[in-house]
């Protein structure tokens, strides 16, 4: 049975630091792409950030570039997205996701593109 479980979140001030991680099991997913979704009450589930299976390839939505930074360790089958300058807009549930539609160069970002999906994780940041 696949599982992906995510772990790191919490409460933290604004400008502070969170490292959240997702470690697979049930399967290799050393050739999937890897991804970050989150969704804030009465909003939709956004793409955040993914990373291609070699780790070659990143993509990131524009609120967060420059301050979230993906990474995998595919021998754990786990990966991360390490968070800083956080602000008040970043509070969410984060999801961490895998698809099996990427490629060396292409990073899907849809939701509809991503097989597996964590149960996601609180992130809280107070103003």
């Known amino acids: 049975q696949v599982q992906l479980v995510e772990s790191g979140g919490g409460l933290v001030q604004a400008g502070g630091s969170l490292r959240l991680s997702c470690a697979a099991s049930?399967?290799?997913?050393?050739?999937?792409?890897m991804g970050w979704f989150r969704q804030a009450p009465g909003k939709e589930r956004e793409f955040v950030a993914a990373i291609s299976w070699s780790g070659g390839s990143t993509l990131y939505v524009d609120s967060v570039k420059g301050r979230f930074t993906i990474s995998r360790d595919n021998i754990k089958n786990t990966w991360y997205l390490q968070m800083n300058s956080l602000q008040s807009e970043d509070t969410a549930v984060y999801y961490c996701?895998?698809?099996?539609?990427?490629?060396?160069?292409?990073?899907?970002?849809?939701?509809?593109?991503?097989?597996?999906w964590g149960q996601g994780a609180q992130v809280t940041v107070s103003s």
């Open positions: 996701a895998a698809s099996s539609q990427g490629s060396t160069w292409y990073v899907p970002a849809p939701p509809y593109e991503y097989d597996y």
């Open positions: 049930g399967r290799t997913f050393s050739s999937y792409t």
